[in-house]
């Protein structure tokens, strides 16, 4: 079988896609990639992956800048923060990007001849285009949104206030757009990367929906290096990331460094800045960091709660902190919190004495927290969404 991936270049967003084009290859099938913005770099990470080809894109032209470039996580954070703004940049990605690729993904499509077209659920010109080319298509979450329960109050609204706008712009095409939580939903197959003991299935839960297990591609192809001489096995590990968008404030970091202190840890902290305080090695900053093998080694895990990072702490047997930032993440939050693996924290307004507390308590050694999160690795041990995913898609 034949396989297009119409993905986003963003690395949450990314993984999902890789981990499943991994096991089709290793099953015989063909996969081509398409991606919106940036496809060197993202053949470049496909490469690393040991997935050969370059990616197709549109001329760059089809995409605005705002979507187009990469956008520092200092000024993307404080963007979302700004009611008007936020409000102009998701319209600009709901909206306007759609239409602006629609006719390049069509080509792209023409050009593969895919038996299954693989969507990335917020491209929304993944499920018009795979509908007026009569392909087949299926929708691959890298968040939990299409399983959003009843009970939960959603923070979305200006994704949610789009969805009127965005069906009709499908109905002008005479093709249907079905949408669950913002995200695209396929008649045919939807992944989502979580389990039933996270996520429980509920009445409104979509169609022909799978939770098929955490992510797991091999290799990721975003592999760095880093000082693990510098790393003290006798100590506490906290890892701290706000993923690879947004940024906590400098505020909230230095209050979640002087908590862990507190509390006997050494700490990492991934991020734009790669300052190291250069006369301790309790604290280490970094760019980017190995996460799926620091979490492996982590006490705590604080992160911006985005569903791939909050999988993969679970996956190591981590509890969370989760610090929610913007898009799903709250989301995220809400599901950590019901499952007792973690807690949640508001970014803002920022509490220092709540940050401190709830270190402090989750770092002990009696955390009921801990205790879950170790339930659930044992749980995730022999599930791999990135291999049940593909078994399904080669039986869409």
């Given at each position: 079988m034949r396989f297009l991936f119409?993905?986003?270049?963003?690395?949450?967003?990314?993984?999902?896609s890789v981990g499943l084009a991994q096991h089709l290859v290793r099953m015989g099938h063909e996969v081509r990639f398409f991606c919106y913005a940036d496809p060197d770099r993202v053949s470049a990470r496909l490469r690393r992956a040991g997935l050969n080809g370059p990616c197709m894109g549109p001329a760059a032209a089809a995409v605005r800048p705002l979507s187009h470039r990469p956008i520092p996580r200092e000024e993307l954070t404080r963007m979302f923060e700004d009611p008007t703004r936020r409000r102009r940049f998701v319209e600009q990605m709901y909206l306007a990007n759609p239409r602006r690729r629609l006719e390049a993904l069509r080509a792209a499509i023409r050009d593969v001849r895919p038996d299954i077209l693989c969507n990335d659920a917020i491209c929304d010109d993944g499920a018009v285009a795979a509908q007026l080319e009569s392909v087949r298509w299926a929708s691959v979450a890298s968040s939990w949104r299409m399983t959003q329960p009843g009970d939960y109050e959603s923070v979305a609204h200006e994704v949610?206030?789009?969805?009127?706008?965005?069906?009709?712009?499908?109905?002008?095409?005479?093709?249907?757009?079905?949408?669950?939580?913002?995200?695209?939903?396929?008649?045919?197959?939807?992944l989502v990367f979580s389990v039933e003991e996270l996520t429980p299935r509920h009445g409104n839960f979509p169609p022909n929906t799978h939770l098929v297990g955490p992510m797991r591609p091999v290799p990721r192809g975003d592999d760095v290096d880093f000082p693990w001489d510098r790393l003290g096995p006798e100590r506490p590990l906290m890892y701290v990331s706000s993923g690879s968008l947004f940024g906590f404030s400098a505020t909230a970091v230095s209050t979640i460094i002087e908590a862990g202190l507190a509390r006997g840890a050494q700490i990492v902290v991934s991020g734009d800045r790669a300052e190291t305080d250069a006369d301790r090695d309790d604290?280490?900053?970094?760019?980017?960091?190995?996460?799926?093998?620091?979490?492996?080694?982590?006490?705590?895990?604080?992160?911006?709660g985005?569903?791939?990072?909050?999988?993969?702490?679970?996956?190591?047997?981590?509890?969370?902190l989760v610090i929610p930032l913007a898009w799903d993440q709250?989301?995220?939050?809400?599901?950590?919190?019901?499952?007792?693996?973690?807690?949640?924290?508001a970014h803002t307004p920022w509490d220092p004495h709540a940050c401190r507390d709830n270190i402090a308590a989750m770092l002990s050694n009696e955390a009921a927290e801990r205790t879950q999160a170790r339930r659930f690795k044992r749980l995730l041990a022999e599930r791999d969404g990135s291999r049940d995913g593909a078994m399904l898609l080669t039986s869409a």
């Open positions: 119409n993905v986003t270049p963003h690395a949450g967003h990314l993984h999902a949610e206030s789009l969805e009127g706008a965005r069906k009709a712009w499908a109905q002008s095409f005479g093709v249907e757009l079905v949408v669950c939580g913002g995200e695209c939903v396929s008649p045919w197959l939807n604290v280490i900053r970094v760019r980017v960091a190995p996460q799926v093998a620091l979490l492996e080694r982590a006490t705590l895990f604080v992160t911006h985005g569903a791939n990072s909050v999988m993969e702490g679970l996956v190591a047997g981590a509890p969370l709250p989301l995220s939050a809400f599901f950590v919190g019901r499952a007792g693996v973690g807690r949640a924290l």
